[in-house]
């Protein structure tokens, strides 16, 4: 028997992953990041931002060759760490940025081949086409399982009645996947083009995400024809649920990460008594914490989404990451206002913008699905 200690799993990327990491990590530094503090302010998007997206190829790269896509293998893990990469610039500009991406993700994972030769060529060009999916619903006590927003079937199709809320992208998106409770049937998602009639969006303000143009969506006997209901009726609630929480998790690993990377030095370099405060063993330990707290939540987000890249599954491993996850975050984030002091409540530091944006973590759901 070898002596040789053999590594119970391989963390290291692969060569691809690598690349594209490097290439997410510059794009938040140079794009997202100085741009997120004036967006916040301002409460809008920057102009132009999502154009310059496109670039990446994010909701291009697993279409299939054969629709004009790159034909890439869809690996969840590989978009764990797009998204983690693209959080750490800014967490709502990289929910925008990656709402198309997570349509496309849906469309493939669930949808049927005529839907899949309908839309996902349009991903295909070198624009931005604003994509979404809607689940949350307007009411504290929300439950994926249990939907307010109604589908009957009729003789033309199907007529869809309820809201949602928190809707990315809601105010210009231009297809939506919409969740509603399909009578007699169960929960079902409908393909939603364009405005259609009955239909009303109403822009959202929250005290995170100010970047995100987060929009309620109201559907008034909104008329759908049958070719909409996605899947043909065959819609895994559940596995949509596990792999959108796979992306909240890494959205707010790459948030937290950020927090880390400047309250480290920050606490290195403030001076307090003659000495940097790190010194003090209280902040010295705070600042460990956050470091062992998410790389826990980095690990259980990878494990997450490596058994779902293997077909294994993964429900109750995506399940308790979001729970993990939406706790820790928010520690994380607290103990990075407190490291700051006073400083912590200024706006011209960052991670009062971290603190308000990462709130959103507990309660997200449906949004980037990997």
């Not at 119970?8 to 938040?28: C, H, K, S, V």
């Not at 493939?108 to 081949?113: E, H, N, S, V």
């Not at 009645?161 to 992208?169: A, D, E, F, W």
């Not at 065959?234 to 792999?243: E, I, S, V, Y």
Request: with cysteine; charged share 20%; proline share 5%.
């Amino acid at each position: 028997m070898s002596n040789t200690a053999q590594p119970l799993f391989d963390l290291t990327p692969t060569d691809e992953q690598r690349m594209n990491r490097d290439t997410m990590q510059r794009f938040a530094a140079a794009e997202m990041r100085a741009q997120a503090k004036i967006a916040d302010e301002a409460d809008t998007t920057p102009e132009d931002f999502y154009a310059r997206t496109a670039t990446l190829g994010l909701a291009l790269l697993p279409i299939p060759e054969a629709l004009g896509g790159a034909g890439m293998r869809h690996s969840p893990t590989s978009n764990a760490l797009i998204m983690e990469d693209l959080a750490h610039g800014d967490l709502g500009l990289a929910l925008g940025a990656l709402s198309p991406m997570a349509f496309v993700n849906t469309l493939l994972d669930q949808g049927t081949d005529a839907q899949r030769e309908m839309y996902l060529p349009r991903f295909c060009n070198e624009e931005f086409v604003a994509a979404t999916t809607a689940l949350l619903e307007p009411r504290a006590t929300f439950e994926p399982t249990q939907l307010a927003t109604r589908a009957t079937a009729n003789s033309d199709g199907f007529t869809l009645s309820g809201t949602k809320t928190m809707v990315p992208l809601g105010l210009d998106a231009q297809l939506v996947i919409v969740v509603a409770e399909l009578q007699d049937h169960g929960p079902a998602a409908f393909l939603i083009e364009g405005t259609p009639q009955g239909m009303q969006r109403e822009p959202e303000s929250h005290m995170g995400l100010r970047t995100l143009q987060l929009a309620t969506l109201v559907f008034e006997e909104v008329q759908v024809p049958t070719t909409a209901l996605l899947g043909g009726g065959d819609f895994n609630l559940r596995r949509f649920l596990d792999l959108s929480r796979i992306g909240i998790c890494a959205l707010a690993v790459g948030a937290c990460q950020a927090i880390l990377d400047y309250v480290t030095p920050y606490v290195n370099e403030r001076q307090a008594f003659g000495e940097p405060i790190s010194h003090r063993q209280s902040v010295a330990f705070m600042v460990a914490d956050i470091a062992i707290e998410l790389e826990a939540m980095r690990l259980m987000t990878w494990r997450a989404a490596s058994r779902a890249e293997q077909g294994l599954d993964f429900h109750e491993q995506s399940y308790l990451a979001k729970l993990f996850c939406a706790e820790h975050a928010m520690k994380i984030a607290t103990d990075g206002v407190q490291l700051l002091g006073g400083h912590g409540f200024c706006r011209e530091h960052p991670v009062e913008m971290w603190y308000r944006n990462l709130r959103a973590i507990a309660i997200l759901d449906g949004v980037a699905s990997v």
